[in-house]
Each structure stands twice: as C-alpha cells, then as structure tokens.
C-alpha cells in the first residue's frame, strides 16, 4: 500500500487487467487466431480460389511468410524494442511529468530512489508484455503482406457464391479470431478508467471518445487488411456482370421466341415446363451477383469485433449506477 491510491500496487487496477488478462489472452491467442489464420490460408488451395498456374507463386508467399514469422532475427528486435520500450514509453517520458505511482522509477522527493515492485515491473513484467505483443503485430503485418501476394494472383473467384463476397468471406470469419486483442486492448483501458473513476471522481462520460477511438482502431487493425482484396472482387464482379448479363439477355431472349411468339413444339406444354423454373434461376442468380460486397467480410463481422471491443466497459456502469437501478431497469424491459 501506498500514500495515496497512485503509489498503491493493490489497487493499481491497470496492472491486474494487463497481466492477469492481457498475458494469458496473448498466450491464448496461439490456439485461437493461429490456427483460424491458418486454416484460411489453406482454405485459398482447398477452395479452388488459386489457379493451378499460380500454385508456384503461392507457395512462395507461404514460403516467405514462415520464413518471416520464425526470423531470429525479428525476434530480436522485437525483444530489443520490449526491453527499451519499458524504460522510454513511459507516463513520465510521454508526458513530461513526474508522476506519484509505484510504477515510476523515480519518486517525488527522491529522485534515486525505486521500488523493487516498480524494477520488476520495468524489467521483467512490462517487457514480456510488450514482447508478446509487439511478436502478434509482427505476425499480422507478415499475414496481411501474405494477403498481398495472393490478392496479386489471378483468383478464381465465384459471384454468385453464398458468402456475396466472391467466395472470399471465410476471411472475415477468420478475422473475427482477431477480437481476441481487442478484448486485451479495452479491458486494460477499463481498468485504468475504472481507477480514475473510484479514486478521481473523473466522469465517466469523458471515456466515450477514447472507447470510440479504440473501437475504430481494431476495425481497421483488423479488418483493414482485407480491403486489399476490394480492387480484385470490383474488377471480378464487373467481369461477371457484364457476363451473366450477355447469358440472361440470351435465355430471355429464346425464352421470348419460344413461348411468347409461339415457337415451341405443339405438343410440348407451359405448365409444368423446365423453362419457367430456369428463367426465375438465373433472374435471381443475376440480382444474387449484383448484390456482391467489395469487401470479404461482413457487417456481422464488423459488430462482432466492435462488440468484443465494448464487453470490457459494461463493468464501468455498474460504479456510477447503483445495482438496484439496473435491476429496476432490466426487470421494466422484460415484464
């Protein structure tokens, strides 16, 4: 315990969210997002998307990729930045500020003095922190480089695919993994929130705009990547547009001479005929591909992440509002 809540590691909040949420989460990942990243990376092969003429092409780039993601050399500097990054991101440095707490290496008064909790905190806790996550970022940029070199290939893609996203949405499905951080980044800034609003009075009103800022920025850490694939599903659902457009003025066309102009054999009857069923097949197979996305993932995607994003701030509610409040409140809602 400290002088005031500041200088008081039991009730830094903050650091509880960052190592006994934030470590495990970043840990968790490799059974959460590895295994979704690579199985959307196969997924490429499996369904058809690469062309066999590209198959060299794309085995390089699963090539490069592992060779950047096991890089000693990468992660070196990565632990490199870790270490340093301890010492040099700091409240003080950013701020200029010489801030009361525990975890500064340098107390008011005593400007050589510091605590073992804030050494270990410094030396050991916040680097293997950073390491992991500035290793996850790495590995992120090294896939969305992968999504480069295969949206440069000539992709076999389906619009009239079910997913409206030319085959491409299990990307978006797989990105949703992602929301794993998401959840680490927001519940570290609840926690900091949570100890200016018990200990600082501070509004909870005034967390709104960082909360939407965080949320954007997942979005686009996330999701972002894929727009890499927007000029190749454009340039595709313009090709076939103008393809089943050609197909459907045909059909319709004969099916005019046919049944409208009296074409059809004598014995042959409407009710009941192929043509009808055909017809209606490919009008709604036509409207089916027109309403293709341009991007590989979808607004239920979108929610998700930003739901993810939000979960960790609903505890925040509970300090300002009384418990009975929210119950009186739930209870008007369902009876």
């Not at 009075?201 to 972002?224: C, H, N, S, W």
Request: glycine fraction near 6%; aromatic fraction near 14%; charge should be neutral.
């Amino acid at each position: 315990m400290g002088a005031s809540p500041q200088e008081s590691l039991l009730l830094d909040f903050g650091t509880y969210a960052r190592f006994f949420l934030g470590v495990p989460l970043l840990l968790a990942a490799e059974q959460i997002v590895g295994p979704h990243l690579r199985s959307a990376g196969l997924q490429f092969v499996q369904g058809g998307f690469v062309r066999q003429d590209d198959y060299p092409a794309f085995d390089q780039a699963i090539a490069r990729a592992a060779k950047w993601r096991e890089s000693v050399w990468a992660e070196i500097i990565i632990l490199a930045l870790a270490v340093t990054g301890a010492w040099l991101f700091t409240p003080e440095t950013l701020t200029g500020d010489v801030i009361a707490s525990w975890r500064s290496p340098n107390f008011p008064g005593a400007p050589l003095s510091i605590s073992f909790a804030a050494l270990w905190y410094r030396l050991v806790a916040v680097p293997i922190l950073q390491f992991f996550w500035y290793r996850w970022l790495w590995r992120l940029l090294v896939w969305a480089n992968f999504l480069w070199s295969v949206s440069r290939l000539n992709l076999n893609l389906v619009c009239t695919h079910a997913d409206q996203a030319g085959g491409l949405g299990f990307l978006g499905v797989a990105h949703t993994s992602l929301g794993v951080f998401a959840f680490a980044m927001s519940s570290v800034l609840s926690a900091e929130a949570a100890f200016l609003i018990v200990f600082q009075k501070a509004d909870i009103a005034t967390f709104q705009v960082p909360y939407v800022v965080v949320v954007v920025i997942v979005e686009l850490m996330f999701l972002g990547p894929l727009l890499i694939f927007t000029p190749t599903l454009i340039r595709t659902r313009l090709a076939w547009v103008r393809e089943y457009g050609l197909l459907v003025t045909r059909y319709n066309r004969a099916f005019h001479e046919k049944w409208i102009m009296g074409q059809a054999a004598a014995d042959e009857r409407l009710l009941g005929t192929a043509d009808i069923q055909s017809l209606a097949d490919l009008g709604s197979s036509f409207e089916y591909l027109r309403a293709m996305k341009v991007v590989p993932f979808s607004l239920r995607a979108a929610r998700q992440l930003a739901l993810v994003t939000s979960l960790p701030s609903l505890p925040l509610i509970l300090l300002v509002v009384p418990i009975n409040q929210i119950l009186q409140l739930l209870t008007k809602v369902v009876f």
